[in-house]
């Protein structure tokens, strides 16, 4: 396909998903920002992932699964309430937010290309295109209580094949941590359809039938300078596992583990990680704590025999290309990036999701801008 192509990009319908079950009690975690940085600014800071599948079967759609996705969704978050909650001021009145699973939803949106998927996978700028198949507003400073954290866009092309993309604040979730709640989210999928008489029969939420005549979707040229840079083109993100668990309240530790993901990191990109840079630390309750750091005062200490169990990984390492929202249908297609503010470097340390065994660890997550 000619780059040259005005490929165009369709919001069909933008609708809110939330738990099936009311939240009760409501759950929240705490967020720690300094006042320098503000809500506004640290809530730009997301992780984007798309997952691209072919149609399995002649008359299976973006738009039937689209219809399902909403009712599996709604009973994904059941046992994930904070995703479809909402960011507020702390109760304790000491500058501190909070996000709380107060049902508000999260927000999907359905959405039509005009090339197919092989036409897609074949573009030779690719991440400008991959920036439309993912939808993100930036928290409102004002009013963050009505901002959503999590987005899903399900985007259709014209072969029958079709993308699901998730953008999600990363105060809500990591790499991991979200990959975990894909794995989880999908089996409920899959099961949902399993059950069902005919799995590709119209899904009540079925968009074609529910659209309003005359309603004017908008238009979004892929190829026009307009369009949002992708993320990934301006920073590299480097992902390390340690298979312990670390103290939360030990920052001389995090400071150990830092630097020596950070040395990694500088390594395999050949970029050298700004002079300060933005520490995210989620502790184990999930509550978070965003710091400002200095470079020199992490390689202040020579490393101890702590880190000797790192692992650096890469993003197929995480198995998202697995992830299935129909029985034995992988992605054929996944990308994954974590977006910078204005070229801010920034490490995230957070808990790993418990395996199936039981066994958990922690995260380096370090973001280099170009």
């Known amino acids: 396909m000619s780059e040259c192509i005005a490929t165009k ?4 319908a933008m609708q809110t998903v939330m738990p099936l079950k009311p939240t009760d009690p409501r759950h929240s975690r705490r967020v720690s920002v300094p006042e ?7 809530f730009r800071r997301r992780l984007h992932m798309i997952l691209c599948y072919n149609k399995a079967s002649d008359d299976e759609s973006g738009w039937i699964v689209a219809g399902w996705i909403k009712e599996s969704l709604g009973r994904a978050l059941i046992e994930n309430p904070v995703l479809a909650g909402r960011l507020r001021k702390g109760e304790d009145d000491d500058g501190d937010m909070e996000i709380v699973s107060n049902d508000c939803g999260v927000r999907m ?13 074949h573009l030779k700028h690719k991440r400008v295109a991959e920036s439309e198949l993912v939808f993100w507003e930036d928290v409102q400073e004002s009013t963050p209580q009505y901002s959503p954290l999590f987005y899903i866009q399900v985007t259709n092309f014209n072969c029958g094949g079709y993308s699901i993309g998730i953008s999600c604040s990363l105060f809500l979730a990591d790499p991991f941590s979200m990959t975990s709640f894909l794995n989880k989210w999908s089996k409920i999928h899959c099961t949902m359809l399993s059950q069902a008489d005919k799995p590709n029969k119209i899904p009540t939420f079925y968009f ?3 659209r309003k ?4 979707p908008a238009h979004v040229p892929l190829d026009s300078s307009s369009t949002n840079d992708h993320p990934a083109a301006t920073t590299r993100t480097v992902i390390f596992r340690l298979p312990t668990k670390i103290s939360n309240s030990d920052k001389e530790i995090h400071k150990t583990l830092a630097a020596k993901c950070i040395e990694e990191a500088e390594n395999k990109t050949s970029k050298r990680l700004s002079s300060r840079f933005t520490m995210f630390l989620k502790d184990s309750m999930e ?5 400002s750091w200095l470079r020199e005062d992490v390689f202040q200490k020579p490393f101890s025999g702590l880190i000797s169990g790192v692992d650096s990984l890469s993003w197929e390492d995480l198995g998202i290309d697995k992830i299935c929202f129909k029985e034995d249908t992988k992605a ?11 070229g ?11 395996d199936d065994e039981g066994r958990s660890g922690h995260n380096i997550i370090v973001t280099i801008s170009d």
């Open 36 to 42: 320098k940085h503000g809500p506004g600014s640290s």
């Open 9 to 12: 990009l369709q919001i069909e």
């Open 109 to 121: 949106l359905e959405a039509q290309i005009n090339i197919t998927l092989a036409q897609f996978l």
């Open 332 to 342: 054929v297609y996944f990308s994954c990036w974590i977006s910078s503010i204005f």
């Open 208 to 210: 074609p039938n529910l």
């Open 344 to 354: 801010e470097d920034f490490v995230m340390i957070v808990p790993s999701p418990d």
């Open 287 to 291: 509550d978070v704590k965003v710091e």
């Open 213 to 216: 005549p005359g309603t004017l």
